[in-house]
C-alpha cells in the first residue's frame, strides 16, 4: 500500500462528499493496522491545511451497533472543529453520503490526559458531560469481509456532531452511567437509552480511546471532546426531517433539520 497516496485519494473523496470511493475495488484489502495508519495519515494531511482536532469518537461499542456493522470490535476516530454545529443548525443533504444519526453521551476534558493508567485514577478530568447529534457518512462500497478496514480507514464514518445547547458540569463519571437520553425523529421517538448500557459506561469508553491513542503516540488533550459511544442503532435522516436528542440530566437537548 502507497500510504501517502491512498491517503490523498481518500481526502480528495472524501471533500468532494464521496467517501471511500477506493473500497469499491477488490483490490483494496487493508488490515485493521493498515486501516488505522491510513485514517491517521488522512488526519495529518487535515491538519497540514489547517484544520484542527476537536477530539476523538469511539463507536461500535455496543452489541447494538457491533451486529449492523458486521463488526466484532469498536473503532476510533477524529471529531473535526470544522464539523461541529451548533443545536438549531440546518444541515444540507447533498454535503452527506448515506446521512445517518446516532444519540450519545460526549464529554469534555479539563486537562491533558498522559496515559490511560492515570486517567483511570484521575476521573475527575472529565469536566462536562451531554449528549450530542452524531452524524454520519452510512454508506460502504467494498464486501462485508472487509467492513472494519473500511469503517476505520473512512474515519469510522464520522461526518460531524451537534452540540447541544449547554455542557454540564460532572460531578463524577459514574452520572452519565444513570442518565438516559432519547432520539426522535419529527416529534417521534426512535430510541431511549442510558449510559449504563456500554459496557462499563462512558467511562470505560473513554479509557479505551486513551489506550487506543497510546499504541500510536497520541494523547487526549485539553478541552478536546469524546463522543463515547451510542448503545442505539444508526437512524437513516432524509430532507425535510428534525431530528431531536433529550436528555433530562445532561446536554438537555440538541437538535438539527436537514434540508435539500
Known sequence: MNLDHFAAKQLKDFDRQRPGSSFA??????SVEQAYALQF??????????????????GCISRTM??????????????W???????GSVLHAAKFDGLAIEGEFAVRLA????????????AEVLAAGFIVIELHNY???????????????????HAGVVLPVEETPLENSEALSSATFRVLRNGELLG???????EGGPMASVVKLAEHLEKYGRRL???????TGSPLPLFRVTVGELIEVQCDQFGKLATVRVEG
Open 192 to 198: 431511549e437509552a442510558s449510559g449504563d448500557e456500554l
Open 139 to 157: 454508506v460502504f462500497r467494498g464486501s462485508p469481509d472487509r467492513r472494519a478496514a473500511e469503517l476505520i480507514s473512512n474515519n469510522a464514518i
Open 41 to 58: 495519515q488522512v488526519a495529518l494531511l487535515r491538519q497540514q491545511r489547517g484544520e484542527q482536532v476537536a477530539g476523538y469518537k469511539i
Open 66 to 79: 457491533q451486529r449492523q456493522l458486521g463488526l466484532d470490535r469498536p473503532v476510533f476516530g477524529h471529531v
Open 111 to 122: 486537562d491533558d490526559v498522559p496515559s490511560a493508567q492515570w486517567l483511570r485514577r484521575n
Open 81 to 87: 472543529q470544522s464539523e461541529l454545529h451548533a443545536s
Open 221 to 227: 488533550l485539553r478541552g478536546q471532546i469524546v463522543l
Open 25 to 30: 475495488s477488490p483490490e483494496s484489502l487493508l
